[in-house]
Nanobody, 119 residues
Framework: QVQPVESGGGLVQPGGSLTLSCAVP????????MAWYRQVPGKQRELVAR???????NYADSVKGRFTISRDNTKNTVYLQMNSLKPEDTAVYYC?????????????WGQGTQVTVSS
């Protein structure tokens, strides 16, 4: 099964910025909505941001106004620009696509990319 490759994480101070990338192998990336999720050990994975195949976006309340999701279909890549980072944004970030009808995941979960916000 296809597995996305997330990258771009790292250690950043509060108030800083990072841009995450998620590259997805395959030929039909452009017709799928994509989303970023994050997970902290011991907690459930949570949705951070979604982008549809026609670039309609929505965000978790906790990141609205700070994060921006975008996609480049020529590169089969989805991005997450994260500004004004807070310690509570610390998590492993993943991308995936969910079938809205069956709720099945279209891709295997990748390794994710660790984001740590700390002074």
């Amino acid at each position: 099964q296809v597995q996305p490759v997330e990258s771009g994480g790292g250690l950043v101070q509060p108030g800083g910025s990072l841009t995450l990338s998620c590259a997805v192998p395959g030929r039909i990336f452009s017709i799928y909505g994509m989303a970023w999720y994050r997970q902290v050990p011991g907690k459930q994975r949570e949705l951070v941001a979604r982008i549809s195949s026609i670039n309609i976006t929505n965000y978790a309340d906790s990141v609205k106004g700070r994060f921006t999701i975008s996609r480049d279909n020529t590169k089969n890549t989805v991005y997450l620009q994260m500004n004004s980072l807070k310690p509570e944004d610390t998590a492993v970030y993943y991308c995936n696509s969910q079938n809205p009808t069956s709720t099945a995941w279209r891709y295997s979960w990748g390794q994710g990319t660790q984001v740590t916000v700390s002074s």
